[in-house]
């Protein structure tokens, strides 16, 4: 089994690293590049118009570096008077040591769905939400809260650009033998496929993904990969999906 890792922050190579360790030869080949988003100096005012008990979402841990460095740099603090969430244990825990604040997030699901099944999440009649995301993302979350009666509100803390050279990149993950494809969202198994040479395609199609959620899994079904072909991780922290690779690999020795 060899892999290539798409992550687009220091986690691909930390998961190549680990990969390494049992023997697994692994490439982290980033799809994207995070440059600061275009409405981050927003960020103080923003959060200084919060009422008392309002919401803050991240999305992220790379959202949560941007918006950090930005209120360093304006020497404006994490409100203590407001309520902090994220999808995710690992981008809460993040969060939580960045702001010194409690994080709350789903402990079953870890997605929106999850997120919306928060107690915190049921009554939003005029209650204002600030989401800390990329320069696009998933709508699912602000819509349901709206229909609630939340005032949702994006900050965009970082922007993916698309790297150099991609399809040459991918083409080279192809002749190293890659077999095996980490994805983590959405935005990057779109944009993997789209920018793959037609020469290539079969080969990508014919590689197995390893996925973090139902949601990437029921895109790359859509896209042409067969469901046997799919792996998904119940979490997306590095340890959750080098456990199901190992397990892949085991199964593959059989």
Known sequence: ?????????????????????????????????LEAG??????????????????????????VDFANETL?????????????????????????ASIEQAVRYPIKSENSEGLLELSEMQELENKNILILRADSGREFFSEQATSRGAQVQYLECYQRII????????????????????????DILQS??????????????????????????????KLGWNKNQIWVSDKADNNSLLEVLLKKRGESKR
């Open 1 to 33: 089994m060899n892999v290539l890792i798409t992550r687009p922050d220091s986690r691909g190579q930390q998961l190549v690293e680990l990969l390494t360790e049992h023997e697994i030869f692994a490439i982290n080949q980033p799809l994207f590049t």
């Open 38 to 63: 275009k409405e981050l100096i927003q960020l103080p005012s923003l959060l200084s118009r919060l009422n008392a008990g309002d919401y803050v979402f991240s999305v992220s841990k790379t959202a």
């Open 72 to 96: 360093k740099q304006t020497g404006y603090k994490w409100r203590d008077d407001l309520q902090y969430f994220a999808v995710g244990q690992g981008t809460a825990n993040y969060f939580a």
């Open 163 to 186: 790297s150099e050279g991609l399809s040459e990149k991918i083409s080279l993950a192809k002749r190293s033998g890659i077999d095996t494809v980490v994805v983590t969202s959405c």
């Open 192 to 221: 993997l496929v789209e920018n793959t040479d037609e020469a290539d395609k079969q080969w990508l199609f014919e590689s197995d993904l390893v996925v973090i959620s139902q949601r990437i899994f029921r895109l790359a079904m």
